[in-house]
T-cell receptor, first 115, second 111 residues
Framework: GAGVSQSPSNKVTEKGKDVELRCDPISGHTALYWYRQSLGQGLEFLIYFQGNSAPDKSGLPSDRFSAERTGGSVSTLTIQRTQQEDSAVYLC?????????????FGQGTRLTVV | AQSVTQPDIHITVSEGASLELRCNYSYGATPYLFWYVQSPGQGLQLLLKYFSGDTLVQGIKGFEAEFKRSQSSFNLRKPSVHWSDAAEYFCAVGDDGKLIFGQGTTLQVKP
């Protein structure tokens, strides 16, 4: 597609349930990133993929969070046993390749609300 | 550790007035610096970036930023603000491919 696509755009879930957030990057972009935006913490890096592998998972807040990428394209961020503090906007970005000077293009995000 | 500080959480300017948003960074090597804008309900859009060379960089929508190594700053400027510039602005430093963001500055534009 023309841009980074994320689904769903909004998700309300009950505490303790699992959720899956999807990111469809720009075609041909090898690098894919997940960030979280919340009121108290600002924009935080979660994980990035180079192809299908994830060299840096340092930002994942706990072992309830996991992500995968298949076929060098679509990525899924999974949060197990959701907690209220997981409520945030989850942003996905992609770039043509990986490096400090490559431009990342962001999707519009998935707003997750845990009730 | 690498970090980015945006000292102003909220700024209000009148339409047509000039704007400067402050950004300070802490980074051990030559920084790769970015400014992004986020309008309500939208994702982040890149305004401009600095990698090397000329320290004054031009971006989209009439924005510019100046890299000052001596001050560890990368302030964003616009000579004349439009009502449509009301948004949240994020400064970021590239760190090993990922972005480290400041806390953001919310810009309000008065008519």
């Amino acid at each position: 597609g023309a841009g980074v696509s994320q689904s769903p755009s909004n998700k309300v879930t009950e505490k303790g349930k699992d959720v899956e957030l999807r990111c469809d990057p720009i075609s041909g972009h090898t690098a894919l990133y997940w960030y979280r935006q919340s009121l108290g913490q600002g924009l935080e890096f979660l994980i990035y993929f180079q192809g299908n592998s994830a060299p840096d998972k340092s930002g994942l807040p706990s072992d309830r969070f996991s992500a995968e990428r298949t076929g060098g394209s679509v990525s899924t961020l999974t949060i197990q046993r959701t907690q209220q503090e997981d409520s945030a906007v989850y942003l996905c970005a992609s770039s043509l390749d990986f490096g400090p000077n490559t431009e990342a293009f962001f999707g519009q995000g998935t707003r997750l609300t845990v009730v | 550790a690498q970090s980015v500080t945006q000292p102003d959480i909220h700024i209000t300017v009148s339409e047509g007035a000039s704007l400067e948003l402050r950004c300070n960074y802490s980074y051990g090597a030559t920084p790769y610096l970015f400014w992004y804008v986020q309008s309500p309900g939208q994702g982040l859009q890149l305004l401009l970036k600095y990698f090397s060379g000329d320290t004054l960089v031009q971006g989209i929508k009439g924005f510019e930023a100046e890299f000052k190594r001596s001050q560890s700053s990368f302030n964003l400027r616009k000579p004349s603000v439009h009502w449509s510039d009301a948004a949240e602005y994020f400064c970021a430093v590239g760190d090993d491919g990922k972005l480290i963001f400041g806390q953001g500055t919310t810009l309000q534009v008065k008519p």
